[in-house]
């Protein structure tokens, strides 16, 4: 290894050559891709196809929930034929769709190809959850939280090339957004066809085909996470129309918010998930991210009215300090439950499951976050933050519950 490769893996910036530094190089330049895309997706929809901003809205809402149909059964189909290869195929698929969305120039048939790539991003995570879970080895969340700061890296450089293409405005510019997102899913299937193929796990005797559907507490937690998955909007919806329409503060303050909070992940995000090693420790984070998401609500909600631009920028930059240590106790507590309590032989299938409280409030947030944020002003964001208080303060008890649950539980599957 090369002494500059020596000191990066020393210090914990890169990994040691093997599957888990393969699949954090797929992980990177997945978000690299999409991050671009999504950036650009609602100027390349409105300004190149020629829809509404209501069709676009629609459309967006529609796709997300069928969507949210693939994931426990392709899931299950990864538990079954082994992660890598499910993995492999919505890859496949996922560039497709995303290529063909350089076809569309009709508002049904945006909603056919959105559902397709909807459809295909759902069953990715899926199949890609227990593949983390497999190679993740002894320290499953320090790992996620590596591949969650590389995300965030990447997201933050895929912003570089929407800012030209929004310079240029052009439809060959949007189009280079599309169709790069659609060959960075070609480059990801590639970097994880290098990872060796994982044997599916043998399922216990006596165990029903969808366990996760009827798994009451696991399905609890899921209800909770997705409730706490509001607070991902937050700082990307909610707050650039909060700073714009109800601050004094600078308007380009909105993109150096999204870059300290991306900054703070990238930096503290493995750090923050040091010793969230049981499910009794993820719910005790969780809680506290509760509590930090209050203060940090609570301090916007200082920054509206006749506050000096420079003191509502400084409280701002404050707020959304405080708002990123909350998001970082909560997913390293969020991946620890996410996994712990799902049986070895069935990850993908609660893998898919975990997703659909997330991705049921996604499509309600903006609505929600637009009514208490925007609509509602000050006490819409203390509202807001209380509301993210009593969803944490209810996990210990429903990670209690679930683990009582399981005491009785066969043990952990072999390959098959």
């Known amino acids: 290894m090369a ?16 599957p888990r530094r393969t699949l954090a190089v797929a992980s990177f330049v997945n978000q690299l891709g999409g991050s671009a895309f999504m950036l650009s997706a609602a100027l390349f929809y409105t300004r190149m196809v020629g829809l509404s901003v209501a069709q676009v809205g629609g459309g967006m809402a529609v796709s997300a929930l069928v969507g949210l149909l693939a994931g426990v059964p392709v899931g299950r189909l990864a538990d079954r034929r082994g992660p890598r290869e499910v993995y492999l195929a919505t890859l496949a698929v996922q560039a497709v769709a995303m290529a063909s969305l350089a076809l569309v120039r009709s508002f049904w048939l945006f909603v056919a190809v959105l559902c397709v790539v909807e459809l295909a991003a759902s069953a990715t995570q899926a199949s890609r959850g227990p593949l983390v879970r497999r190679l993740a080895g002894e320290r499953p969340v320090r790992y996620r939280a590596y591949l969650r700061a590389v995300a965030n890296l990447a997201g933050s450089l895929g912003a570089l090339p929407v800012a030209l293409a929004v310079q240029l405005d052009t439809r060959g510019a949007y189009l280079c957004l599309v169709l790069g997102n659609a060959l960075s899913y070609l480059v990801t299937l590639a970097v994880v066809s290098r990872i ?14 969808w366990t996760a559907l009827r798994d009451r507490p696991y399905l609890a937690v899921t209800v909770l996470d997705g409730l706490m998955s509001l607070q991902g909007d937050v700082l990307t919806f909610a707050l650039p129309l909060w700073i714009v329409g109800h601050t004094g503060a600078p308007r380009w303050m909105v993109g150096t918010c999204v870059l300290l909070n991306t ?9 923050a998930s040091r010793g969230v090693d049981s499910s009794t420790t993820a719910a005790r984070v969780w809680r506290r991210s509760g509590w930090a998401f209050l203060a940090g609500t609570a301090v ?41 309590l799902a049986p070895a032989h069935a990850q993908g299938q609660y893998s ?28 819409g964001w203390l509202l807001l933050g209380a509301g993210f208080v009593l969803a944490a303060a209810a996990m210990p008890p429903t990670v209690r519950w679930a683990e009582r649950s399981r005491s009785g539980r066969p043990p952990l599957a072999t390959a098959a």
């Open 196 to 209: 060796p193929t994982l044997p599916p796990l043998r399922q216990p005797a006596g165990t029903g085909r």
């Open 300 to 340: 916007i909600a200082l920054t509206g009215g006749a506050l000096p631009g420079w003191a509502a920028a400084l409280l701002l930059l404050l707020a959304v300090a405080v708002h990123t240590v909350g998001e970082l106790w909560l997913a390293a507590g969020s991946f620890e439950l996410r996994f712990s």
């Open 352 to 379: 898919g499951v975990f997703r659909l409280g997330s991705g049921l409030v996604g499509v309600a947030s903006p609505s929600v976050l637009g009514l208490l944020c925007i609509g509602w002003g000050a006490p």
């Open 3 to 18: 002494p500059l490769a020596s000191w990066l893996v020393s210090r914990g910036i890169l990994l040691e050559p093997g």
């Open 263 to 271: 900054g703070l992940v990238v930096a503290l995000q493995v750090r």
